[in-house]
């Protein structure tokens, strides 16, 4: 999952805001309202190339990638929505609160759905927007995202419970984890090489992995620290 620490407010949301304070009666009402002043307004979809560029252009919760704008429009395929972090439904008041909005991925055309479409309604014990790295770590093995070594049963609990509302544990995600920790241990391991030159090839692998929207950079951040540092 991202750390998230949104930035300037596009001015679009700032406006309507404005002109259509909290408190809201419905969540999703606001939000449909919304949607379609921003689409009279013309902003180009301000809102989604914030959040966009914010993430990286990753998903917030499995960090797998999300086509940019221009890729949308030119292939006519979209695999992302904005996810209220805190529900429209329990949160009706946060619907338009910049920092309550992210991108997510959306999985239609799976069979096994995961973040946002998985999570609904439901709420997170763990937001994307609190300082929440130290508590995830990857399972060399499987590729799964397990809790973090030496930390509270509290927080062990989140985790897990974010994990399974989020289904980012599920086979195929899990699979995608494994192949990049895989080559990252291929290197560990090659015969001939000193640790030294090892250390160079891993770096650059995970140089050319962790560039801007290469998925899954914050597990290869983690996954590098753990083998050389
Ligand atoms: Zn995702």
């Avoid at 309202?33 to 959040?51: I, K, W």
């Avoid at 439901?122 to 130290?134: A, G, K, M, S, V």
């Avoid at 990252?184 to 650059?204: D, F, G, N, S, Y």
Wanted: aromatic share 8%; glycine share 4%.
């Amino acid at each position: 999952m991202l750390e998230l620490n949104h930035d300037t407010e596009p001015q679009v949301l700032r406006c309507f805001r404005a002109l259509n304070p909290p408190p809201y009666s419905s969540g999703t009402a606001i939000w449909k309202q919304y949607r379609d002043f921003e689409y009279t307004e013309r902003s180009n979809q301000s809102l989604v190339r914030a959040l966009h560029r914010m993430q990286e252009g990753l998903c917030v919760y499995c960090e797998r990638r999300i086509f940019t704008i221009e890729s949308e429009r030119q292939n006519n395929e979209r695999n992302r929505h904005i996810e209220h972090l805190r529900s429209r439904q329990n949160y009706p008041d946060l619907t338009l609160t910049y920092s309550n909005l992210a991108l997510s991925c959306s999985t239609e055309q799976e069979r096994v759905k995961s973040c946002g479409e998985r999570k609904g309604n439901r709420e997170l014990p763990i937001l994307p927007t609190e300082n929440h790295r130290h508590l995830f770590d990857i399972d060399f093995d499987d590729g799964s995202i397990i809790p973090a070594q030496g930390i509270s049963s509290a927080d062990e609990k989140r985790v897990k419970d974010t994990c399974i509302l989020l289904n980012i544990n599920h086979k195929a995600l899990c699979f995608e984890r494994l192949q990049i920790l895989n080559n990252l241990q291929k290197i560990h391991q090659l015969p001939l090489l000193t640790a030294e030159e090892k250390e160079q090839r891993a770096r650059q692998y995970c140089i050319s992995k962790t560039v801007i929207g290469s998925p899954f950079a914050p597990t290869l951040r983690k996954a590098f620290t753990k083998f050389l540092l």
